[in-house]
């Protein structure tokens, strides 16, 4: 275990003091004048406190962090040293690296998208302490991913009070692909999620604790930290601000007045990141980043028939993605049974309706706002979101259902399933374990590169493109000179035709996962290719036929693809490079 392992124990003993109960120590769940300490839900909350309800003490979270984490970096083992992958590739890793060479928070080797910088600080920090090496960087982030299922923890302790009810939503967050790839990749999605999830620990009621509560101001911190690790995290608090000015109209006079402290109080967190846009603007003259990347997340994103066709996409996200809809069918059918009673008749607790109703708040406004916002759909932008669907599974699953543990089980053997099995549509890579075959397949192309022709100049397309320019992801030692085209298309690869000197080897690999589809579509092809990237590349074939030269190194790992092609050319460019 690298050095970064070695100083969890440190982190743990010193957050302690501030990872137990949101209120300080048990505040939340104390007594009110008049109020018998022993009502049946607060006999609830106390069992909960506990891994599984019995007499012991209550389990305090610091000693369940580490669990999380040592969990997290066992079944993460073999991915600590894979090289950066995408996005991380693109934008996070540079920004982070030109942060810790030169201190600048607006990034120099890439162009800035304007992203808080909250992440590339917190990465920047453990370089610093443990060395620039990608297990570093994968472990740092085990530590935020692990921080956030203990606040997964607790909020199923709150809002539902059993502790089996806690152990099954982390276990099943932790299974589930999405936040199990994430866990571990350097994107500020991760960062903002477990922000988010600790502010609605505070910020979401129970059968007790009124909306916002005493905690509302330790919520507004956590949506604050949100905001400065991703900008997009701010779509949480202002739901919730809505909510309550919607709600303040309705109520009494005599208790309007609360709601509208609760709305200003979350749109409170909207300050630290306009202070951030503020310091951008004054040293780039963009406010939301490069024209480029608003044109792509934002402008370009305003029709109808495109809003229509992503929100098709993001209820799909929500309800069956990745298996998820084993979980959300088993809930629905759980819904047709009346409450289970224990021995004494009572019935097990539930998430509160008004937590509820503020969670498919949550939910609705989250596919709303990323049907508009963002050029790709990304289900890593929704990454707060699945605990909470998890949660109101399994506390509906333990309430209505006798043996619901099978539930639980059957959902996490199909989260499991989901890991190593594509579905039967097109995904992100990084939506499960696929996005570490096409790591490898590059670091392969890539070694055969290196070994056999050395110094060539490289006609392939981004991410290959950065990964033999740029060291310090992980690829290459030497860079290498590159022709770069934006895909392999029939148009592109007619593009590269046109000059056939300026390349003497290529890699070409798939740009896109394309399965077989489904009997269905939710948009049409037209639709998916004019608004969301929708292409199809050549094969290795196809191009060594457009192109000339021969096919000399190929590998295919299920729907993924790379190949390696020599062309023919009298001299090469420049002269050999140390791999």
């Known amino acids: 275990m690298s050095q970064l392992s070695a100083l969890i124990p440190a982190i743990a003993r010193r957050g302690s003091s501030n990872l137990d109960d949101p209120d300080n120590v048990g505040q939340a769940d104390s007594p009110r004048p008049g109020e018998n300490s022993t009502t049946p839900a607060r006999k609830h909350l106390a069992s909960g406190f506990r891994l599984i309800p019995g007499p012991d003490s209550p389990m305090p979270l610091w000693m369940i962090f580490p669990v999380i984490f040592v969990l997290l970096y066992v079944s993460h083992w073999s991915l600590l040293r894979l090289p950066y992958y995408w996005d991380e590739a693109g934008y996070y890793i540079p920004a982070a690296w030109d942060f810790f060479r030169t201190g600048s928070l607006i990034p120099i080797s890439t162009v800035t998208n304007a992203h808080p910088p909250l992440p590339s600080i917190y990465l920047a920090l453990w370089w610093k302490l443990c060395g620039y090496v990608p297990s570093v960087t994968r472990e740092a982030v085990l530590i935020v991913a692990s921080f956030g299922l203990l606040a997964v923890w607790r909020l199923a302790i709150r809002l539902n009070g059993k502790g089996l009810v806690a152990f099954w939503t982390v276990l099943l967050t932790g299974l589930y692909p999405i936040w199990f790839t994430q866990s571990s990749l350097a ?41 400065l690790a991703k900008e997009t995290s701010v779509i949480t608090p202002l739901a919730l601000a809505g909510l309550e000015l919607g709600l303040g109209f309705r109520k009494p006079a005599a208790i309007r007045r609360r709601s509208f402290i609760l709305c200003g109080a979350y749109l409170f967190c909207l300050i630290p990141l306009a202070a951030w846009y503020a310091y951008h603007y004054s040293r780039t003259g963009f406010l939301f980043g490069n024209p480029e990347f608003l044109r792509y997340n934002a402008s370009s994103t305003l029709t109808p028939l495109r809003f ?198 290529a890699i070409v690999f798939s740009t896109k996962d394309e399965p077989n589809a489904l009997p269905f579509r939710i948009g049409t092809q037209a639709v998916e290719e004019k608004y969301f990237g929708l292409h199809h590349d050549l094969s290795p074939s196809a191009i060594v036929r457009q192109l000339g030269g021969d096919v000399v190194w190929q590998q295919y790992s299920d729907t993924e693809w790379a190949a390696l092609i020599r062309f023919q050319r009298a001299v090469e460019a420049h002269q050999s490079h140390a791999p």
């Open 187 to 227: 994107h500020a999605d991760i960062f903002a999620a477990a922000a988010t999830l600790w502010a609605l620990v505070y910020a979401l009621p129970d059968e007790i604790r009124k909306p916002g509560g005493r905690g509302i101001w330790q919520a507004v911190l956590w949506f604050s930290v949100a905001a």
């Open 308 to 505: 229509l066709a992503a929100f098709g996409h993001r209820i799909l996200h929500l309800t069956a993605h990745m298996n998820l809809f084993v979980p959300v069918l088993c809930t629905a059918a759980a819904m047709v049974l009346d409450p289970r009673k224990d021995e004494a008749g009572a019935t097990p607790p539930r998430v509160s309706f008004t937590a509820q109703a503020r969670i498919y708040v949550l939910l609705l406004a989250n596919a709303i706002a990323f049907s508009i916002l963002g050029g790709a759909l990304l289900t890593r932008y929704l990454l707060p979101m699945y605990p909470l669907i998890l949660l109101v599974a399994v506390s509906t699953f333990h309430r209505r259902v006798r043996y619901w543990q099978l539930l639980t089980t059957f959902s996490a053997a199909a989260f499991l399933v989901a890991l190593f099995i594509n579905p039967p549509y097109g995904f992100a890579p990084e939506d499960n374990l696929s996005y570490a075959h096409v790591i490898r397949l590059h670091l392969q192309a890539i070694h055969q590169l290196a070994t056999r022709y050395p110094g060539s100049t490289v006609l392939t397309a981004w991410p290959v493109s950065d990964e033999l320019t740029r060291p310090e992801l992980g690829y290459i030692r030497t860079p290498f000179d590159i022709d770069r085209i934006e895909d392999f298309t029939a148009p592109q690869i007619a593009r590269a035709a046109q000059n056939p000197t300026g390349f003497s080897t």
